[in-house]
C-alpha cells in the first residue's frame, strides 16, 4: 500500500511514523524560562546526529492550534538545555512530567524528582538519571507555528560512575539499560533481548556470482 501524506491528516502522519520508525530513545529535557521558572517535557523525537559537533536534536510538535511545549520556549530563550536518558526507574517520573501542566508548574516538583544545576549551563540536572548531557542551543530550526527542532551541542556529560570504564570510555549499555519509546497508547520497549552483529569488512568480502544472462542483457 503506499500512502501519500500529502493527502494524510497531521494525526495520520504522526501515527504511522510513531508505530513504523521503532524503537526511539526518550530524552527527558530540562530548562529554565526567562523567570527562571523550572521545566522537564519527556520527547521521544529525540537522538544523537553528530560527535563533531556534538549534537543532539529534539523534535517539538503543537499541542493544540497555537500551544507548543514551555521547553521549546525555554531553550530558544536562554540558549540552555539538560537531556537525560530513562530508564526503568525513571519511568514514572517521566510519566508525570508528560502531562500537560502550565507553565507555572515545575514537572521536577510534581515528579519528585531531585536536581542540581548543571556545571556549564543554568538547566538543572535530574540526579537520579542514568545519563545526563548539559547542552547549549546550536541551532533553532522554525518549522511553524510553536513547533520546530532544536539543536543542541553536548558542553558536558554526567553518567553513573558503575556505567563507564573511565580509562577505555567504554560504557556498558546493557547495565544502563534505556527503555526506548514504541507507540500510542502507551508503548514502551525494554534493551533486554539483544543480539550482535558485526559490521563486515569488504576485504573479507567474497563477491556474490553474477546471475545468468547478467552480462547478456547488461
Not at 521521544?44 to 520556549?73: H, I, M, V, Y
Not at 536562554?78 to 525513571?90: A, I, K, Q, S, W
Not at 508528560?98 to 536536581?115: C, R
Not at 543480539?195 to 542483457?217: I, V, Y
Amino acid at each position: 500500500m503506499r500512502l501519500d501524506f500529502a493527502t494524510l491528516t497531521e494525526r495520520d502522519r504522526s501515527k504511522l511514523l510513531t508505530a513504523t520508525v521503532t524503537p526511539r530513545p526518550i530524552a527527558l529535557a530540562t530548562s529554565l524560562d526567562a523567570q527562571g521558572r523550572r521545566n522537564a517535557a519527556p520527547f521521544s523525537f529525540f537522538n544523537c546526529l553528530q560527535s563533531t559537533p556534538p549534537l543532539l536534536a529534539l523534535g517539538f510538535e503543537p499541542r493544540g492550534p497555537a500551544a507548543g511545549k514551555d521547553s521549546w520556549a525555554n531553550i530558544r530563550a536562554t540558549g540552555e538545555f539538560v537531556v537525560h536518558l530513562v530508564d526503568e526507574p525513571l519511568l514514572e517520573a517521566m510519566n508525570i512530567a508528560a502531562m500537560d501542566f502550565g507553565p507555572e508548574v515545575d514537572e521536577l516538583t510534581e515528579a519528585g524528582l531531585e536536581t542540581a544545576p548543571g556545571d556549564l549551563v543554568a538547566a538543572p540536572r535530574i540526579l537520579a538519571a542514568p545519563v545526563a548531557f548539559e547542552c547549549r542551543l546550536f541551532q533553532a530550526i522554525e518549522l511553524g507555528e510553536a513547533q520546530g527542532i532544536a539543536l543542541g551541542e553536548v558542553v558536558a556529560m554526567h553518567i553513573r560512575d558503575a556505567l563507564i570504564d573511565a580509562e577505555r570510555m567504554r560504557v556498558d549499555t546493557a547495565a544502563l539499560a534505556p527503555v526506548s519509546r514504541l507507540h500510542n497508547p502507551g508503548w514502551y520497549a525494554r534493551t533486554t533481548d539483544l543480539f550482535q552483529l558485526r559490521r563486515l569488512n569488504p576485504a573479507d568480502w567474497t563477491p556474490r556470482p553474477a546471475e545468468a544472462g547478467a552480462e547478456k542483457n547488461a
